[in-house]
């Protein structure tokens, strides 16, 4: 029953996390080498030799360094190095003869052990809430394998009349035994470049306690608190910026030009008539709405950015110079992402948007007819284009 409850919660959310889709911007690291970072954690663990040694040794200091990158504010993965000491209870390790049984008893050994990992980080918190820079504390998930690197203890028995004990004799060569583990990490955001950090990881791996202890696995916690350096400082960027600013100037850039050759051909007709002789003739101008017809915007938003504030200020001139005639404004969303209902609402907004801008900006509001056309299949090939506001 309870794996279904949970089974269902991560339905729900992650059904929730879909319907926020359309409205949360992505962001990603615009150069290989940003979102590169090293941490320094020290703490304690505990290891405990398997269920036939029944608890955890006292706890004993480890350190780590880890190197890793954030790819985007969700995902990161990062390289661990580590040294630490094993403290561990053995049973069976000393005791006495009873009728000539041997009896054992509990005894307590140590050992030093290295660590190599590869962990995956998830960001709970931006996956959730959305990346905010701001944010004081973050909370992770991580997860990954790694080599446990430690001498195989071997043994010898020691025996007197009364009582026998099992003593450390010699140790192997160093061995790498695979290990897995999973654990928390929560960031406190000191500045753009140093976060302060506080883990929890649980780890199991083969027993490399060899003759000392009966278990084939040994488990172990990890708690600890250290820093992170992030070098040249946290940078994500908008992914509609990464991708799209290109397309966008160059747009722009048609646009003004078109705007340019039509204002100049429009002051030169005026030139004409002004230094013409009187005559009784009949002179007709066509002037075409060139300008800016094609205002963008990004996934799930209904929000100007600059370049469609450049775009709807290139426009406002055209529609005043021709106030006689009227344009309509309509609005789209990609058909690929959100419902049918969704996106007719977010067409019809980005359309408002561009109507109000264009008021604002001195345009007869009798000139404008509004119209929202919702999700459409892709009229300019990419979904990214079909995100748009046209003016005709």
Same mark, same amino acid.
Do not use: C
């Given at each position: ?54 608890? %955890? ?39 006495? %003869? ?43 998930? %991580? ?250």
């Amino acid at each position: 029953m309870k794996s279904k409850l949970v089974i269902l919660s991560l339905v729900l959310a992650g059904a929730t996390m879909s319907a926020n889709a359309q409205t949360k911007e992505k962001y990603v690291s615009e150069k290989a080498t940003d979102n590169i970072f090293v941490s320094v954690t020290g703490g304690i663990s505990m290891v405990n030799a398997g269920k036939s040694e029944g608890k %955890f040794g006292s706890p004993a200091p480890h350190i780590t360094i880890s190197v890793g990158k954030w790819f985007s504010p969700v995902w990161g993965i990062r390289g661990q190095g580590g040294l630490w000491r094993a403290n561990f209870d053995s049973f069976n390790s000393y005791g006495t %003869f009873v009728n000539g049984v041997a009896v054992g008893q509990e005894a307590s050994y140590h050992k030093n052990v290295g660590q190599l990992r590869l962990d995956g980080m998830f960001n709970i918190s931006n996956a959730i809430w959305g990346y905010n820079p701001d944010r004081l504390f973050n909370l992770s998930v %991580f997860a990954g394998p790694g080599l446990t690197i430690a001498k195989t203890a071997n043994a010898r028995i020691e025996t007197t009349p009364n009582s026998w004990q099992r003593v450390p004799a010699n140790e192997s060569k160093g061995k790498a035994f695979i290990n897995g583990s999973i654990g928390l990490q929560g960031k406190f955001n000191v500045s753009e470049y140093v976060d302060i950090d506080v883990e929890a990881r649980g780890e199991l791996a083969p027993s490399y306690l060899g003759y000392l202890s009966a278990a084939n696995t040994v488990g172990g916690l990890y708690f600890g608190a250290g820093v992170t350096y992030t070098f040249g400082g946290k940078k994500f960027v908008p992914y509609m910026s990464k991708v799209d600013i290109d397309a966008l100037n160059e747009e722009i850039n048609k646009y003004r030009s078109e705007l340019e050759q039509a204002q100049t051909d429009l002051a030169n007709t005026k030139n004409a008539v002004a230094t013409a002789e009187p005559q009784v003739k009949e002179v007709v101008t066509e002037v075409q709405v060139a300008g800016p017809r094609a205002i963008f915007f990004k996934l799930g938003s209904a929000r100007l950015d600059d370049y469609g504030k450049v775009n709807i200020q290139l426009a406002a001139k055209i529609l005043k110079a021709n106030p006689d005639k009227k344009y309509k404004i309509a609005g789209y969303a990609d058909k690929a992402t959100g419902s049918a209902s969704i996106n007719q609402k977010l067409s019809e907004k980005r359309a408002q948007v561009v109507y109000d801008a264009l008021i604002a900006e001195g345009v007869n509001k009798d000139q404008l007819e509004l119209v929202g056309f919702g999700g459409t299949e892709n009229m300019f090939g990419k979904d990214m284009l079909n995100r748009v506001v046209i003016l005709e």
